[in-house]
């Protein structure tokens, strides 16, 4: 059974920066699907950046592009999100999630291919 744990979040003025983290256990498969997703209240839950395990170009949407970057430790089993020119917009709560399947790259913001996540860890940016 997969477990992931998010940590990193925290409160940062617009233009600041964040690194997440999310702790991975329990791999059974050479390849997983992960992706970070936000929530932010009253919205849908919405995927910013994705990245198959086993090697491949990560791929982002429009709205985070050039600011924010994922990334992999496979030694360590952990993903990242480096945040960089944070913006009050992104603000919300913070997932990270695996899926044990190859996700096609026009699918991998449908959060329901996504069989594993982590608990979320907030993301607060001020004006």
């Known amino acids: 059974q997969v477990q992931l744990v998010d940590s990193g979040g925290g409160s940062v003025q617009a233009g600041g920066s964040l690194r997440l983290s999310c702790a991975a256990s329990?791999?059974?498969?050479?390849?997983?699907?992960m992706g970070w997703f936000r929530q932010a209240p009253g919205k849908e839950r919405e995927g910013v950046a994705y990245?198959?395990?086993?090697?491949?170009?990560?791929v982002y949407v429009d709205s985070v592009k050039g600011r924010f970057t994922i990334s992999q430790d496979n030694a360590k089993n952990t993903l990242y999100l480096q945040m960089n020119s944070l913006k009050p917009e992104d603000t919300a709560m913070y997932y990270c999630?695996?899926?044990?399947?190859?996700?096609?790259?026009?699918?991998?913001?449908?959060?329901?291919?996504?069989?594993?996540w982590g608990q979320g860890t907030q993301v607060t940016v001020s004006s």
């Open positions: 329990g791999y059974t498969y050479s390849t997983y699907s």
């Open positions: 990245i198959y395990t086993g090697g491949g170009k990560p």
């Open positions: 999630a695996a899926a044990s399947t190859i996700i096609p790259i026009q699918a991998l913001g449908d959060a329901i291919r996504y069989n594993y």
